[in-house]
């Protein structure tokens, strides 16, 4: 079992930036692949950011060049730099990490971006 802890979220201005984490914990071994949702008001859950085992990175065309994953793997976590941050990005923003075969969520931080 892996437990998933987001901080990080907050309010900000349109412009400004935020960086959230994700602390893994428990059975921490073997971490294939962590990424970052999102999940607007009346929307679906999209993805917003992933890195992969071997360190390869993708992101979602709408958050390409503002945002940045990494990871510490020493502290088992995984952070998203969200810069030039626009109202359109405000979302529940959510970690999952993949440790085959099993699929973990984090309970998820809120970011509000005001105009």
């Known amino acids: 079992q892996v437990q998933l802890v987001e901080s990080g979220g907050g309010l900000v201005q349109a412009g400004g930036s935020l960086r959230l984490s994700c602390a893994a914990s428990g059975n921490t071994c073997n971490i294939n692949t962590m990424c970052w949702y999102r999940q607007a008001p009346g929307k679906q859950r999209e993805l917003v950011a992933t890195?992969?085992?071997?360190?390869?990175?993708n992101y979602a065309d709408s958050v390409q060049g503002r945002f940045t994953i990494s990871r510490d793997n020493a502290k088992n976590t995984v952070y998203l730099q969200m810069n030039s941050l626009k109202p359109e990005d405000t979302a529940v923003y959510y970690c999952?990490?993949?440790?085959?075969?099993?699929?973990?969520w984090g309970r998820g931080t809120q970011v509000t971006v005001s105009s």
């Open positions: 890195m992969t085992g071997g360190d390869n990175t």
């Open positions: 999952k990490i993949v440790q085959a075969p099993f699929i973990y």
